[in-house]
């Protein structure tokens, strides 16, 4: 076993392709694919199945990688304290709902990453895909949240995708409204106060369940529902048609100004939000700092609530 071989297997679990791979590693893909062979057959393991959809990681893999990053980690390490060469490139990916607090410490990553060179990914996504990138490697941090109604279910998933959930932090519901919707008066709102107005979610595309629902109280019936798949369209929804959505109530105002507000929604639910980490994988240093960023974030603009 080598450590360019260790790079090979973690480019692909990140590639999800060993053709993009070879691409990114400037080899052929034979070469990728015998190295790959190889070191399957020294560790006696089966790293990634091939099908017809593209590369898929085993459970054994899944841990394999976990002791492959942190040996490259380690000797990255190594190499930016005691070589003058350039260091490389570095990865770092999120998963999240849609939360404007994962992309203000997003934000702030980057502001504070000195580097030439990187390539940084995060993906404002459905429940189940956050669950499936972390289960996958694909992201190293997910952003969700669990509350008495989907508890059960999610955290099934996520013990049979071997990751763990840490909260961050407990909130009462909110609602977004517009600046200019005449509920925004109240100092909270209940669901009859919001029955005129149009309800606004994230579709969950094949995984629709009302467990994997990114808003709780999903099973209400409502009159006008109207979803969408990314925030700013969520958020001009809410402004054009005085529409409302449910949420923590931790917002942004940096990133969207204050034309959207949150108001308590007056009802006897809680909503633990947390971050999904691979049991096997150890946090990269760019991890850790971003989830510290996330706590600063999600404490700043907690107090403006």
């Known amino acids: 076993m080598t450590l360019q071989q260790l790079k090979y297997v973690i480019e692909v679990a990140r590639s999800r392709s060993i053709s993009k791979a ?17 070191l399957e057959q020294e560790m006696g393991i089966t790293i990634f199945m091939r099908t017809n959809k593209g590369i898929m990681i085993t459970p054994e893999g899944s841990e394999f990688l976990g002791y492959a ?3 490259a980690e380690q000797t990255e390490l190594l190499e930016n304290r005691y070589s003058s060469t350039q260091s490389p490139q570095h990865h770092f990916s999120v998963s999240a709902q849609h939360y404007a607090f994962a992309v203000s410490a997003f934000v702030r990553l980057l502001k504070d990453y ?8 995060l ?4 429940t189940y895909e956050i669950i499936d990138d972390v289960k996958n490697l694909r992201s190293e941090i997910g952003i969700l949240y ?31 409204i517009s600046s200019k919707n005449p509920l925004v008066k109240q100092e909270y709102v209940t669901l009859s106060d919001l029955h005129p107005y149009p309800y606004l979610s994230f579709e969950q595309g094949d995984y629709n369940s009302f467990y994997f629902s990114e808003e709780i109280l999903s099973t ?32 942004s105002y940096e990133l969207n100004d204050d034309d959207i507000v949150a108001v308590p929604l007056k009802v006897d639910e809680r909503i ?22 996330l706590k600063e974030t ?3 603009e907690q107090v403006l609530l």
């Open 22 to 38: 070879a691409q990114n590693l400037f080899i052929s893909q034979p070469s990728l694919s015998n190295a790959l062979k190889e």
């Open 69 to 71: 990053r942190q040996v």
């Open 114 to 121: 000195n580097r030439e060179e990187y390539e940084f990914a």
């Open 123 to 126: 993906r404002e996504t459905k």
């Open 146 to 176: 669990v509350n008495e109604f989907n508890n059960k279910v999610i955290h099934k998933f996520l013990r049979e995708g071997n990751l763990m959930f840490h909260e961050l932090f407990e909130a009462r519901p909110h609602v977004f």
């Open 220 to 251: 209400i019936s409502r009159p006008k529902n109207i979803r969408v798949s990314d925030r700013a369209t969520l958020f001009n929804l809410l402004i054009g048609l005085n529409g409302y959505t449910i949420s923590t109530g931790v917002i």
């Open 272 to 293: 633990t939000v947390g971050y999904i980490t691979h049991k096997n994988v150890t946090n990269s240093p760019l991890a850790n700092i971003y989830i510290q960023y």
């Open 298 to 300: 999600i404490a700043e």
